[in-house]
Each structure stands twice: as structure tokens, then as C-alpha cells.
């Protein structure tokens, strides 16, 4: 089941989303994902997919989720990615470029559909798009480094 199927108000919420209630399970990390977190992941036929339920620890002055988040969200997304496709290699960011679409609203799911374009011997090229229900808020591009060759 997807987000958006539960969201008839495309993503807006009234009552909070459980992610562990639908399939989701919570990535335990203690360094600063840790203090933004969670960070939950779900296999699904297409691959791994990650999101965040926003709080109020993540806005910004105007009340909605800061976008040093997103970014921060969009990078452990496509790490993530990266990491898996390329089973559990260890990588490091070497670009990330993001493009904010929509504001992002306090206590709103945010998933990451992220793709691999394409890899080499030692980079990984990932795009992804960052939404709420059927909503695009951030589309991200970027390159990873794979630190541990063949």
C-alpha cells in the first residue's frame, strides 16, 4: 500500500501516519541521522525505498519542514540507494543537487523514489524525486563515489 492511497487529500494528513504500521521499519543510527531521524525503509518490488515522517524538530521560521532536511533526507536517500544496488559498498557524496518544488508541511511522510541513471567502475549517477502522497516537493541529482573497488 502506498502513501497516497492513504492520503485522499493528496498527502495531507489529519490524523499522524505510522510508517511501522504499514510496512515501514525505522534505521537505527546513532551519528547526526540519529538526531534528525528517523530514517525508515521499505523493500518493495521495485527496490528499497526510504522516507521520514517530518516533526516539529525539523521546521524552519515558517513553520513548514527546513529544507536543510530535505537535503539532508534527499543525500541518506540516495546513499542508501547507491549502497544497495552496489551490495553494501561503502560511498561517499561527491555532488548533490536539489530542486525545492513545495513546501513540505509539519507531520507529512516524505518518501524518496530514487533511481540509479547509471554507474562506472567508481561513480554512481542517482536521481530521485522527494513526495508526499502523489505531491513532487524536491527532486534531487547526484554522484556518489564507490570507496571500495572490485
Same mark, same amino acid.
Given at each position: ?7 485522499p487529500n ?10 511501522a504500521?504499514h510496512g515501514?521499519?525505522?534505521?537505527? %543510527?546513532?551519528?547526526? #541521522? @540519529?538526531?534528525v531521524?528517523p530514517?525508515?525503509q ?9 522516507a $521520514?515522517?517530518s ?13 536543510g532536511?530535505i ?21 561517499a557524496?561527491?555532488?548533490?543537487d536539489v530542486?525545492?518544488? %513545495?513546501?513540505v508541511q #509539519? @507531520?507529512?511522510?516524505?518518501e524518496?523514489?530514487a ?9 554512481? $549517477?542517482?536521481?530521485a ?12 541529482n ?9
Amino acid at each position: 500500500m502506498d502513501v497516497s492511497d492513504l492520503n485522499p487529500n493528496n498527502g495531507r494528513q489529519s490524523a499522524p501516519f505510522d510508517p511501522a504500521s504499514h510496512g515501514w521499519v525505522s534505521i537505527a %543510527d546513532d551519528g547526526f #541521522i @540519529g538526531l534528525v531521524g528517523p530514517i525508515w525503509q521499505k523493500s518493495t518490488e521495485s527496490g528499497m525505498r526510504f522516507a $521520514f515522517l517530518s516533526d516539529s524538530k525539523h521546521h524552519n521560521r515558517r513553520g513548514v519542514v527546513h529544507g536543510g532536511m530535505i537535503m539532508t533526507f534527499a543525500d541518506r536517500a540516495l546513499g542508501m540507494t547507491a549502497r544497495h544496488h552496489t551490495g553494501n559498498k561503502p560511498h561517499a557524496t561527491i555532488q548533490l543537487d536539489v530542486q525545492f518544488l %513545495d513546501a513540505v508541511q #509539519i @507531520g507529512e511522510f516524505i518518501e524518496s523514489r530514487a533511481e540509479v541513471v547509471r554507474q562506472t567502475r567508481s561513480l554512481i $549517477f542517482m536521481k530521485a524525486d522527494l513526495i508526499v502522497g502523489t505531491r513532487v516537493v524536491a527532486a534531487a541529482n547526484g554522484i556518489w563515489k564507490i570507496l571500495v573497488r572490485e
